[in-house]
């Protein structure tokens, strides 16, 4: 669960602090997490313990991760859990190493690091300010204890130190940036032809016996779902009445309290005439910019227009076609020295030449934007929003803490949590591992209603976040095994299975023979693409990531052997849609490194190098694992 809730929450860290914040986190005493009387473990690390929860964890964020990448292509019945399992502990097993080799090379994470990092999630900030009541209620919600929150945390920050100066530091040989995009910049010119697999699959058949015989042998590609119905009460903050009525005091403090919030600050007209001056300029050059910008000063006392002057003398192209108008500005826009010059003049008043590191300004004011605040009447409506949300967010986490409550020490019913607090107990559907709609459409909701807490021992699920202050906890209340689909329902889709199977190998071998036919006689893919009715395509030279053709095309062109004469390269290959691609390559150009862009070498350097990271940290995990004593029980990789 710790590592579940630092995914969600953890942003970006920030380093900015305030000075409060260390000593309300001192008490937390980061070091009691050490102490622990847990005996079961799936892994020891030169003798640090790796628990079975860290393990499940690890694993149900690893399946996570596949079925968000695989998205409709996930399928539960195809996953190999024991390999999964044993992918995670070996993450876990390196990640132990990793840290373990930090803290030996002396990396270290203060308390003042980890209370920054703390600071910077948002989720334990009130009107952006960090809470420490709001910091305890979120971690305490998830059954997580600030101390084991922040102990994980500087762990985290001890591994990036870690890993990140060994990747910062890494450095690909230089010869190998060159050689590189030889090979990544070349170039290639070829003919091809396509054979369909449309062509292939119209002249097949398949019998009932070899759906049969598929279907015998693939049965449990052909599996309905195990699949669950489920209830579930939802907390949502957004439908929370708190009761609360706004009084004029309240909106009357929440203003005050943000008044600079509804102030437009005051801003000033001026208009300038700049000489300007280089920030190395020698003495000569800057008393001659000076007497040149005192006699304009001279001639606008005198009574010369100061726009026309501006026209004429002004260094600044942006504003002297326009008399030097600069328009309305407030502080922090200009140059310092330019700002304080400007709000301390009044309308129609002169300054004498100001220096900036732009050079010398003479600077005329025009006019006048006092600051205005916004009343309160105008921001009514949005402060009220505000106090009733805060009051609804204060109510939601009072009410989430009771349904976690309810939920666990009543884990055979929801009714009680329901009675509390005046919940309606909904039913999801059937819903599976991988698919359901409402609430299961969520993918940690499915999680938890496949787990074994939930499914096999029939409790209610924690408190399940699936939105900002939105909950749910969810119970099975009938369960459907998997179970093998019938021949007949499945007879179509297998016939289709096998259809493509044939056209597929139909595709290649008929492809196959053209190749060698290429290679072996005085036929050209364009008479082979005339006998087979197909049509023959050219390119010009194309590099590797060429849009067309299609990527298949372009990654059978650079699969071929590269040609040693003026007489093309034949290559044949089948692609993953099954239509055959026969290549002619006809000449192969090597990627020019000194005519790449300096910013695209650039980039091409530090992908090297971070190759080169890579490899390095993965040298050392080698060499970490080779001295290290890891103990791996028999139920750890089950």
Same mark, same amino acid.
């Given at each position: 669960m710790l590592l579940a809730i630092r995914e969600r929450i953890m942003g970006v860290v920030g380093w900015v602090i305030l000075g409060l914040l260390v000593i309300a986190f001192a008490f937390f005493g980061l070091n009691s997490y050490l102490q622990t009387d847990a005996i079961n473990y799936a892994a020891v690390v030169n003798g640090e313990e790796i628990s079975l929860a860290q393990h499940q964890r690890a694993y149900e964020r690893l399946r996570r991760s596949m079925e968000e990448q695989l998205g409709q292509a996930f399928d539960p019945a195809l996953l190999n859990? /024991? !390999? $999964?399992?044993? +992918? *995670? $502990?070996?993450? !876990? =097993? +390196?990640?132990? $190493? $990793?840290l373990q080799a930090a803290e030996n090379a002396g990396f270290s994470a203060s308390n003042e690091q980890v209370a920054a990092s703390i600071s910077s999630i948002e989720a334990f900030r009130e009107n952006g300010i960090f809470s420490k009541e709001k910091y305890e209620r979120v971690l305490g919600y998830q059954g997580i204890h600030p101390a084991e929150f922040e102990y994980s945390l500087q762990q985290d920050i001890i591994a990036s130190q870690f890993t990140n100066g060994m990747s910062a530091t890494a450095a690909a040989p230089e010869q190998n940036l060159s050689q590189a995009f030889i090979l990544e910049g070349q170039q290639r010119r070829f003919e091809y032809l396509i054979l369909p697999l449309s062509t292939f699959s119209s002249n097949v058949t398949v019998s009932d016996e070899e759906i049969a015989d598929y279907y015998e042998a693939n049965g449990d590609a052909f599996?309905?779902?195990?699949?669950?119905q489920a209830q579930d009460l939802e907390l949502d903050a957004a439908v929370l009445d708190s009761g609360v009525e706004v009084d004029e005091q309240d909106l009357q403090a929440l203003y005050d309290e943000q008044a600079s919030k509804y102030v437009t600050p005051e801003e000033r007209h001026a208009r300038h005439i700049l000489i300007s001056l280089l920030a190395d300029a020698d003495d000569e050059t800057t008393t001659a910019a000076r007497e040149k910008a005192e006699s304009v000063v001279a001639r606008l006392d005198d009574g010369e227009d100061f726009a026309v002057l501006a026209g004429e !003398?002004?260094?600044?192209?942006g504003s002297a076609a326009n008399g030097g108008d600069l328009g309305f500005f407030g502080r922090g826009i200009m140059a310092p020295e330019f700002e304080n010059a400007v709000f301390e003049l009044q309308p129609g008043e002169l300054s004498k030449p100001v220096k900036s590191p732009f050079g010398f300004h003479v600077i005329e004011l025009v006019a006048i934007r006092p600051e205005v605040a916004t009343p309160l009447d105008d921001v009514r409506d949005e402060l009220t929003a505000q106090l009733l949300n805060a009051e609804r967010g204060d109510l939601f986490y009072e009410k989430s803490e009771t349904l976690s409550n309810l939920a666990f020490e009543q884990p055979d019913s929801l009714q009680a949590a329901a009675d509390e607090l005046e919940l309606e107990i909904m039913e999801t559907g059937w819903v599976s591992a991988s698919e359901g709609t409402g609430i299961a459409a969520h993918d940690n909701v499915r999680e938890a209603l496949f787990s074994e807490d939930v499914l096999d021992n029939g409790n209610n699920s924690a408190a399940i976040e699936?939105?900002?202050?939105?909950?749910?906890?969810?119970?099975?209340?009938?369960?459907?095994e998997a179970s093998r689909k019938s021949l007949d329902s499945v007879s179509e889709e297998i016939s289709q299975i096998i259809t493509g199977e044939k056209a597929r190998a139909m595709a290649e071998a008929r492809g196959s023979e053209l190749v060698a036919e290429l290679q072996n006689s005085d036929a050209t893919l364009a008479s082979v693409a005339a006998a087979e009715s197909l049509e023959l395509h050219t390119t010009e030279l194309l590099t590797r990531n060429a849009s067309e053709p299609a990527a298949p095309v372009v990654a059978a062109a650079f699969a071929a052997t590269e040609p040693e004469s003026d007489q093309p390269v034949?290559? /044949?290959?089948?692609?993953?849609?099954?239509?055959?691609? =026969?290549? *002619?390559?006809?000449?192969?150009?090597? /990627?020019?490194?000194?005519s790449l862009p300096a910013m695209a070498q650039e980039q091409l350097w530090n992908n090297l190098n971070q190759v080169q990271g890579a490899a390095e940290l993965d040298a050392i995990l080698r060499d970490l694992k080779a001295q290290a004593s890891?103990?791996?029980?028999?139920q750890a990789d089950q």
């Open positions: 859990d /024991g !390999l $999964l399992k044993a +992918n *995670a $502990l070996q993450q !876990l =097993i +390196n990640q132990t $190493l $990793l599996m309905t779902p195990e699949r669950v !003398l002004s260094d600044d192209p699936i939105g900002p202050d939105h909950v749910v906890v969810v119970r099975a209340s009938e369960r459907q034949y290559y /044949g290959t089948i692609s993953t849609s099954g239509d055959y691609i =026969i290549i *002619a390559l006809q000449d192969v150009k090597a /990627g020019d490194f000194s890891i103990a791996i029980p028999d």
